[in-house]
Structures are given as C-alpha cells and as structure tokens.
C-alpha cells in the first residue's frame, strides 16, 4: 500500500486519521507519519491495510494506469 493508497481509501470510507489508527490499533499520528512520508514499519503498514481491507476496500495495484482503490460490491 502506497500513501496515497491510504489516503484514498480513508476518502472512500469518509474517515479521519484517528479513526484509522483505531481500527489498526495504532497511533493516529503514525498514520500522518505514513501518509505524509511513507515512513512506517511493514508490519505496520500491513495493519493499516488489513483494518481497509476490513473495512471494505479493494486495492488496486499498478496496471499502467496507475495504484489505486476502490470499494468492495
């Protein structure tokens, strides 16, 4: 997951930071961190992934039009 992917993905879910980093069990400003500068851990990303993937997001990856989201049917 890209932080743009993760930026997308909570706009699809109409959430905020905080509400990610709770579902992922993680501080809120860690998904800043991320967001900001893709700087986080595997392990962490693979969180915050796992709790949008929960929560009804299907990623996308590179197909020549570039990563992306979407929501699941």
Excluded: W
Aim: glycine residues 14%.
């Amino acid at each position: 997951m890209t932080p743009e992917q993760c930026k997308m993905a909570r706009a699809g879910l109409g959430i905020n930071v905080r509400k990610l980093g709770e579902m992922a069990s993680i501080s809120y400003t860690t998904v800043t961190r991320f967001e900001n500068n893709g700087n986080a851990q595997i392990l962490t990303i693979n969180k915050m992934r796992d709790a949008l993937i929960g929560a009804g997001i299907e990623f996308i990856s590179e197909n020549g039009g570039g990563a992306g989201v979407r929501l699941k049917k």
